[in-house]
């Protein structure tokens, strides 16, 4: 219905501190890699003072290879509110709170799929 993007997120019961990785790693698999980009969304306890804030990321994967994508935490770096960079700190690994994806236009129109085979932290 002509919305501007769908996305997924899980809230984690507990703060979660990941200081000891470099970063996150996905494989996926998705509909059409030649032209679909995503967001990996973070959350820290930060974000969680600010409203509608979070930290993202694009990833693609055109080549659909099983090697995974790393994506690091220092890239990280810019705060958001819908959109809109925000002043404030980088990324928090040490007190994370929540994880998502999401697909935007105008890289992701109409029907899509995304499959997570796996996720998790890289050192």
Not at 35 to 42: A, K
Request: aromatic letters at 12%; charged letters at 25%.
């Amino acid at each position: 219905n002509n919305g501007g993007f769908s996305s997924l997120r899980w809230r984690f019961d507990r703060i979660q501190n990941w200081s000891y990785a470099k970063g996150i790693y996905l494989k996926v698999k998705h509909s059409e890699p030649s032209g679909h980009t995503f967001r990996l969304i973070l959350k820290d306890t930060t974000c969680e003072k600010v409203r509608l804030s979070n930290f993202k990321n694009v990833f693609a994967n055109p080549d659909q290879i099983n090697e995974p994508i790393c994506i690091p935490f220092e890239s990280f770096d810019q705060m958001e509110q819908m959109g809109r960079s925000l002043s404030g700190p980088v990324f928090n690994r040490a007190e994370v709170t929540e994880l998502g994806l999401m697909a935007i236009k105008p890289t992701v129109v109409g029907e899509f799929e995304l499959q997570i085979e796996e996720w998790g932290l890289y050192s």
